[in-house]
Structure formats: structure tokens, C-alpha cells
Nanobody
Framework: QVQLVESGGGLVQPGGSLRLSCTAS????????SGWYRQAPGKQRELVAS???????NYADSVSGRFTIFRENAKNTMYLQMNSLKFEDTAVYYC?????????WGQGTQVTVSS
């Protein structure tokens, strides 16, 4: 069974930074497509960033240039570095791993951007 454990969420002021972490057990991130989603109240869950097994990253337009997704394969950990945070980035962020069409999810971590 795949288990994804997230950390790094919290309260941050606009313009600040956070780094989210997601550590996997049972599977190796670098062998699959993975990414970060977020969901704000009243909105559908949206893809924030994804990274392919070969390392190619893609970003939602809303975060492009501000967020960076990357892995440290030796730690089997995926990160989302979030800079220049905005109010609209407030959401629950979910780590995702897709294996043969099946999605596995972290528990979610709350990111709140507030002055």
C-alpha cells in the first residue's frame, strides 16, 4: 500500500514562502508521475504542479514563476517550494501519486496566506 505523508503547511503573510514536503512509502516517486493539488472552499480541486518520472515539471498558470516542484530521490520526498505567496494561494494542498491510473493522496496540509 502507498502512503504519502505531507508536512510544511502553515500560516504565512503575503509575499512569504513555504516549502511543502511529501514523503512516500511503498513506492518510489521517481518511477511515477506525481504532483501537488490544492482545494479551496467552494472550489474544485486543481492541479498546482506535476512532475513526470523523468523529471519534467508543469505548473498551473496561477503559480508559474512562483512555485517550484522537485524531488530528492534519495529521500523519496517531493517538495513544493512556494514563494511570493498570495491570498488566493490559501487552500488545502494534497500530495498526489498516480500509479497505473490510480491516484494516491496525502492527508492534506493547510496553507493560509493572510496579513
Amino acid at each position: 500500500q502507498v502512503q504519502l505523508v505531507e508536512s510544511g503547511g502553515g500560516l504565512v503573510q503575503p509575499g512569504g514562502s513555504l516549502r511543502l514536503s511529501c514523503t512516500a512509502s511503498g513506492r518510489i516517486f521517481s518511477m511515477y508521475r506525481s504532483g501537488w493539488y490544492r482545494q479551496a472552499p467552494g472550489k474544485q480541486r486543481e492541479l498546482v504542479a506535476s512532475i513526470e518520472a523523468i523529471g519534467i515539471a508543469n505548473y498551473a498558470d496561477s503559480v508559474s514563476g512562483r512555485f517550484t516542484i522537485f524531488r530528492e530521490n534519495a529521500k523519496n520526498t517531493m517538495y513544493l517550494q512556494m514563494n511570493s505567496l498570495k491570498f488566493e494561494d490559501t487552500a488545502v494542498y494534497y500530495c498526489n501519486l498516480r500509479i497505473s491510473g490510480t491516484d494516491y493522496w496525502g492527508q492534506g496540509t493547510q496553507v493560509t496566506v493572510s496579513s
